[in-house]
């Protein structure tokens, strides 16, 4: 570990034109600051209310620009992490006394920037520096509000909100936040566009002492691991600098917080409070315990304050007589936070990989070494690699020459030739007792004495007594094993011996001549847990066996895992519009394309029936006007003829009276077609509004395919990817283009011209740029959103 060191304390006085020169003074060492008070007379004569008081601290900052605030608070602290030094620097302070100015900084203006960026770009121009040194930076932002962490780089497109609430977790390695986002950042301009999104995600407030206060506390982490790129050690460095800021301390009477704005107000005084006593036990030699746990903020902070960490506070006061009591109460923790002592050293680890292959070199040489020593002393046939195939097979064939004794002896030669001797001397007798059993099992069948079934089919067969014994012909060359009952055995005549014999003896006939077993197979049948039945037996019960043995042996197959779909590479060139709508028709848009051309059919068949319908009725309105003409021309007869009505009654005779009935059956018939053709041009007019919806639904599927192919960049695809938030189509296209395009591109060439003084400042424009294209583009779909809601 490193030596013990106290934690650096500054004080920076928020510039005012109402400062208060008569109750703060600084010393000449800029390292002091007096507050003086005039006493209170309404407290009488006697009064013995202190009015002095002076802090000695490490720097005083009154009227100092950003860049002075970074070289005498910041620059050390940075420099040092890249050597495996960790670092954290905190704000402090009464609310609105510029805490957040002295961290951020005004992203407006580049000049005016805080702590923060300054310190990623001081990495970055460090890291162009080292060329030697392969460094990776990675960063996080977290955010803690009401006693609650929240990841402010939670709403970039590929990290989402995560689903479990994030915890602080303790290991041996320190302390982390599970669920944190860390994101691996190559250069300096997207460390800024990380640090603006984060930025423009934190919770801020208004009051009477800021109208833009911070309501959480906000740690912003830099990683950074150090590999050496000329040596090949296995250790590497890491380290990483906390840059803290705080909110605010504020007094309810005087900022007048109300509802939300109250709640949060407490928890930030409370958390506050947690602090100043972890401060308070940290500066107790004689304290054991550390409340860390109080709180979420102290808890995160356990690896800075006291612990393996370069630490330094800047605490930010207010230079107004109305806010004494809080800026004595500010330099009150900043004394405080002197009396903490840290004890810094260099994080260093070990690289697995590359330990392997210093071993692997290592090895390599003590082989070489030993070669050396091997041929100075006549011991060249010696090797220390790994036996091949031929070496191995030469020791197999010594050790089997060994056991028929052939040979006497075996030359020892180095330690893995014995192991090699000894491992062959197992691979012989493994291939003996294989071997063995081969053979008994070609003459017999092997049961296994716990396989009842088995046995009771072999009992059934006649094969075995009731007691499970195997029982066989002692006379002739034919032979059993087991133990025979006593009624069997020679010297006794028994009739159940011909009841044994006569079966076996036949099985032996079938079988013919067999050579006898030799000693050793007995010996091994009669240790072994199966049993030995003769296998010249009918087949029945040695396919019922195999028959088991293939049946339990079967297993299911693997299914196949499911392939993975690639994406087709855009073309250089977009293709045209008629062509690349052929390939949608038959591709992307078949479905749409089926169910169009499904309802054309429909509408085309309607429109036929309706026209057919029409000539139908026409036709029948034809005939129909034939019928009355020639109903007018009987009645004009019957009038030139003298015929006229009887007493009020038509006479009309059979030729007049069916052309009536006729006009009647063609009025039915025109009355029935004209509602068939009524509802004909209704059923018209939905296919037509079908088939304009799918027309028009095609069209547009076409072109959002179109652009998300051809057109749109593949960088502005991430918000309109399938089941995001925003659903491709609602923006124009040009618009999309022009937002990742043309005016970044304008806005790259001005910069050029407009920036030559400071070209160190084109990568921080640009962050802040894409932010707020992004900001503004999320903005406009928001509303396009809520427009279609409506």
Same mark, same amino acid.
């Given at each position: ?481 087991? *133990? %025979?009952?006593?009624?069997? !055995? ?9 009841? $044994? &014999? #006569?079966?076996? @003896? ?72 008629? *062509? %690349?709508?052929?390939?949608? !028709? ?9 169910? $169009? &051309? #499904?309802?054309? @059919? ?189």
């Amino acid at each position: 570990m490193g030596t013990r060191k106290k934690v650096h304390a500054f004080v920076r006085v928020k510039p005012t034109d109402d400062f208060a020169h008569e109750m703060i003074r600084y010393g000449d060492d800029k390292r002091s600051i007096d507050i003086h008070l005039k006493k209170d007379i309404r407290r009488g004569v006697v009064n013995n209310q202190q009015t002095d008081w002076s802090f000695k601290l490490d720097g005083v900052l009154h009227d100092a620009s950003q860049d002075l605030v970074y070289e005498t608070v910041a620059k050390d602290v940075v420099s040092q992490a890249l050597d495996g030094y960790n670092g954290t620097i905190m704000c402090y302070g009464q609310t609105g006394a510029g805490k957040t100015y002295t961290m951020m900084g005004a992203t407006e203006n580049y000049k005016h920037r805080g702590i923060l960026p300054r310190a990623l770009q001081q990495v970055f121009r460090m890291i162009e520096e080292r060329p030697a040194h392969a460094i990776t930076v990675r960063v996080s932002y977290l955010e803690i509000y009401n006693e609650s962490l929240f990841d402010l780089l939670s709403t970039l497109p590929y990290v989402g909100p995560s689903v479990t609430p994030m915890t602080i977790v303790e290991n041996p390695q320190g302390v982390f936040i599970k669920g944190l986002s860390v994101h691996l950042t190559s250069q300096e301009e997207d460390a800024f566009s990380l640090l603006f999104e984060g930025e423009t995600n934190r919770i801020i407030a208004s009051h009477t002492m800021n109208k833009n206060s911070s309501r959480s506390h906000c740690i912003f982490t830099i990683y950074l691991e150090a590999h050496s790129r000329t040596l090949s050690e296995e250790k590497y460095i890491t380290s990483k600098i906390n840059l803290v800021d705080l909110a605010g301390s504020e007094r309810l009477g005087k900022s007048g917080s109300e509802g939300q704005v109250l709640k949060e107000a407490t928890y930030i005084n409370k958390s506050l409070s947690f602090l100043e006593q972890a401060i308070i036990a940290l500066g107790d030699q004689k304290r054991d315990h550390i409340p860390f746990r109080q709180c979420k903020l102290t808890h995160a902070l356990k690896d800075s304050l006291g612990g393996n960490c370069n630490m330094v506070l800047v605490t930010n006061i207010y230079g107004e007589a109305a806010q004494l009591e809080e800026t004595l109460s500010s330099l009150r923790f900043a004394s405080r936070m002197k009396l903490v002592t840290t004890e810094p050293a260099i994080n260093e680890k070990y690289d697995a990989e590359r330990m392997v292959k210093n071993l692997e070199k290592e090895l390599a040489l003590l082989k070489q070494e030993l070669a050396i020593h091997d041929s100075l002393t006549n011991r060249t046939f010696v090797t220390y690699d790994p036996m091949d195939e031929i070496q191995i097979a030469e020791i197999n064939s010594q050790v089997r020459r060994y056991l028929e004794g052939t040979l006497d002896e075996i030359d020892i030669i180095s330690l893995r030739q014995i192991k090699e001797v000894f491992n062959q001397f197992r691979v012989v007798l493994s291939q003996q007792e294989q071997e063995v059993e081969s053979t008994l099992r070609r003459k017999y069948t092997l049961i296994d004495r716990n396989d009842f079934a088995a046995i009771s089919a072999i009992q059934k067969a006649g094969l075995v007594d009731v007691d499970g014994h195997l029982v066989g012909e002692p006379e002739g060359q034919n032979f059993g094993l087991g *133990v %025979a009952p006593f009624s069997t !055995k020679p010297g006794k005549k028994a009739k159940s011996k011909k009841t $044994f &014999k #006569e079966p076996l @003896s036949s099985l032996a006939r079938k079988e013919g001549a067999s050579s006898p077993v030799n000693g050793k197979d007995l010996d091994y049948v009669s240790t072994s847990k199966t049993q030995l039945v003769p296998s010249s037996k009918d087949g029945d019960v040695k396919d019922m066996l195999s028959r088991d043995r293939e049946t339990s042996s079967i297993e299911p197959l693997p299914s196949d895992s499911p392939k993975e779909e690639l994406r087709p590479i855009r073309p250089d060139t977009p293709p045209s519009k008629p *062509v %690349a709508f052929e390939e949608f !028709k038959n591709e992307q848009g078949s479905e749409i394309n089926r169910i $169009f &051309k #499904e309802n054309k @059919s429909i509408l085309n068949e309607r429109r036929k029936r309706a026209s057919e319908t029409t000539q139908h009725i026409n036709a029948i309105k034809r005939e129909i006007d034939v019928t009355k003409e020639a109903l007018n021309f009987q009645k004009s007869l019957w009038e030139k003829q003298g015929k006229y009505e009887n007493k009020g009654l038509m006479i009309i005779d059979e030729e007049e009276f069916l052309l009536i009935l006729k006009l009647k059956d063609l009025k039915k018939q025109y009355r029935s077609e004209y509602q068939d053709l009524r509802d004909l041009r209704a059923e018209i007019q939905y296919c037509q509004h079908l088939v304009d919806q799918c027309r028009h639904r095609l069209l547009m599927e076409f072109d959002i395919w179109y652009n998300e192919s051809f057109v749109i960049p593949e960088d502005m695809q991430m918000a309109l990817k399938p089941g995001g938030s925003i659903r491709p189509g609602m923006v124009p296209v040009n618009r999309i283009v022009s937002l990742g395009e043309d005016d970044q591109d304008k806005f790259s060439q001005l910069q050029q011209r407009v920036l030559p003084e400071g070209p160190d400042s084109i990568s921080f424009y640009n962050a802040k740029v894409k932010i707020e294209q992004k900001h503004n583009y999320l903005k406009t779909m928001m509303g396009l959103q809520q427009a279609h809601r409506k």
